[in-house]
């Protein structure tokens, strides 16, 4: 075989290489289904059409207008922040962590514990309607992801292995809200 013929067949080979990791790839992530009972999970593409009354649509440059950088990563693009980066994690004074996109009340601090996570947790939301769920398969991983139910934007995701009376940990990216301290 001349120098030629066994490049290309290198080069071949490598190609259905990356190809069968994109294949194995598509299966793993698609075949897992989130089930969380009693839980109503929605698909987080309703909030890519048209405005719905009372939420708020705006385009990624409209949002880069009023995030910062690192806000703009977790609700716009579902980054995740690094763990006990977040200046939320440690508050523990009384007040409401609310959606740093869109000012939707999302938890109170009666609800947030210790979870060790290094991320802002709490067992359940202010209110079920202000938070959405979605099936999240990214990653190799089979996990539940929490919305604001106003603005679509990406809060963190949902465990069950939260404390009483729920069982659940809502783990939120501590930049994807802002804390507004209860009044005296
Ligand atoms: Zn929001």
Redesign the pocket.
Known sequence: MSIINIKLLKNRLSLLGILGIVIVSYVLCNKAVTEQPGLAVISSTMFNGDPVEGK?VKTDAEWREILTEEQFYI?RQKGTEPAYSGELNDVKEKGIFI??????ELFSSDTKFESGTGWPSYYEPISQANVSLAEDNSLFMKRTEIL??????HLGHLFDDGPQPTGLRYCINSDAMTFEKEKK
Not at 148 to 153: N, Q
């Open positions: 708020v609700l959606c740093a996109g869109c000012g939707n604001c139910s106003r603005c679509g934007g």
